[in-house]
């Protein structure tokens, strides 16, 4: 990737990487105007095209920083880790929850990205995101002790349920212009205690 864009200061960075997600969020590859990524950066077409030569490199650019910066976050929250399922959903919405605020729109950007279909960039953006669809909170999962939880429940459900229901309460969020990490917190600790009262024994 061009050196010039990672020698700038990284509030530069993140702020031409947020707007290239809120551009991109909003429309397909094909009907994102690289001036409309360059104007939300305050920044010209020509400089943008400086530290990228053209969109599709810095659409992959951005998708590419997504996977990573995600998969980084909640590996070092230790998400992927542990034994208490509960504490690992606990740990994986918090640390996704702070990443939309560094990064507002970046998981409406990757979720779009997913499902492009526009020739240019389908085929790399499927090699960009393999390694990581391998890497998932669902496959670091420990080993439930059924004796831990009620009789007779089935624990794949129970898992489903919890995933679901964290994947909405984030969509939720990234409706909001704001978000209010301390009281997500509280929020997600009130959905964790409500699980534990009806799952565990």
Known sequence: ??????????????RIINAGYKVFAKNSYKKSPVNEIALEADISKALLFFYFKNKKELYLFL?????????????????????????????????????????????????KAYYEKDPDVAKEVLKIIAPYKKVETYNALPPLDPLKFKDGLDLGMMYQDMFLASEGYLW???????????????????????????YLK
């Open 1 to 14: 990737m061009n050196e010039k864009f990672y020698a700038l200061p990284k509030e530069k960075q993140d």
């Open 63 to 111: 998708l590419k920083t997504a996977e990573e910066t995600t998969s980084k976050a909640l590996m070092e929250s230790g998400a992927y880790n542990g034994e208490d399922i509960f504490d690992i959903m606990y740990k994986g919405l918090i640390t996704k929850t702070k990443l939309m605020k560094q990064y507002p729109n970046m998981s409406k950007f990757s979720i």
């Open 172 to 198: 939720r969020l990234e409706q909001s212009d704001k978000i209010d990490v301390d009281k997500i917190v509280k929020d997600y600790e009130k959905i964790i205690d409500f699980w534990k009262s009806i």
